[in-house]
């Protein structure tokens, strides 16, 4: 298994705080991805990174931020959460456009 | 665009009965990939296949196997004599901009299998 973990698993937060989540992989992977899934939408690109410093905008990123200060580390920042923002959000990783791996998710709850 | 639809919400079937889950693409790239995720209901995507563009050969891995037709953009999922343990959400996806410096995957809504003993 890919070495990719996700902090925390579990979050509720009210409307209106800052959120971060933080993948963390062990794999040395160039790739690194922030996707959140929803009942009938399947998996949806927020951001993703393919480099330190590197990263570009996927379909859903209005609300959203992320930053990569080193390769193992993809942080995902919600500035000022709202309900719209409850969600599963997962992390991938992948070495160029390969197979991507994903990371155990962190459910969030914004109230 | 690219989009990648699975028309089967949820199937059901009875333990060691086979099963076909749908996957049909849209693509303007003639360079892809496409997978195949399964999500148990713990929660994880594990990662079950990948296919390129180029390769159109079925595969058989146990009791899973994979049909891909670049004719009707069809990659079909077929698995063999269920099991229980097969229940899961599995979805189909498509990487985008092969090649370059994204591969990102446009993923399917999934379908939800439920095997009964």
């Known amino acids: 298994d890919a070495g990719i973990t996700q902090s925390p698993r579990h979050k509720v937060t009210e409307t209106g705080t800052p959120v971060t989540l933080r993948c963390h992989q062990t794999?040395?992977?160039?790739?690194m991805y922030w996707y959140r899934q929803d009942p009938g939408h399947g998996l949806r690109l927020i951001h993703y990174?393919?480099?330190?410093?590197?990263?570009d905008k996927g379909e859903v990123s209005d609300g959203y931020s992320v930053s990569r200060s080193k390769t193992e580390d993809f942080l995902l920042t919600l500035e000022s959460a709202t309900s719209s923002q409850t969600s599963v959000y997962f992390c991938?990783?992948?070495?160029?456009?390969?197979?991507?791996?994903f990371g155990p998710g962190t459910r969030l709850t914004v109230l | 665009a690219q989009k990648v639809t699975q028309a089967q919400t949820e199937i059901s079937v009875v333990e060691k009965e086979d099963v076909t889950l749908d996957c049909v693409y849209e693509t303007r790239d003639t360079t892809y990939y496409l997978f195949w995720y399964k999500q148990p209901p713990s929660g994880e995507l594990v990662f079950l296949i990948r296919r390129n563009s180029f390769d159109e050969q079925n595969e058989i891995s146990g009791r899973y196997s994979w049909n891909f037709q670049k004719s009707t953009s069809s990659f079909n999922f077929t698995i063999t004599a269920s099991q229980v343990v097969d229940s899961a959400v599995y979805f189909c996806?498509?990487?985008?901009?092969?090649?370059?410096?994204?591969?990102?995957?446009?993923f399917g809504k999934g379908t939800k299998l439920s095997v009964k003993p």
């Open positions: 794999e040395n992977h160039r790739y």
């Open positions: 991938a990783i992948s070495e160029d456009t390969d197979t991507q791996y």
């Open positions: 990174s393919y480099g330190v410093k590197d990263t």
């Open positions: 996806a498509l990487s985008e901009n092969y090649g370059g410096s994204q591969g990102n995957l446009i």
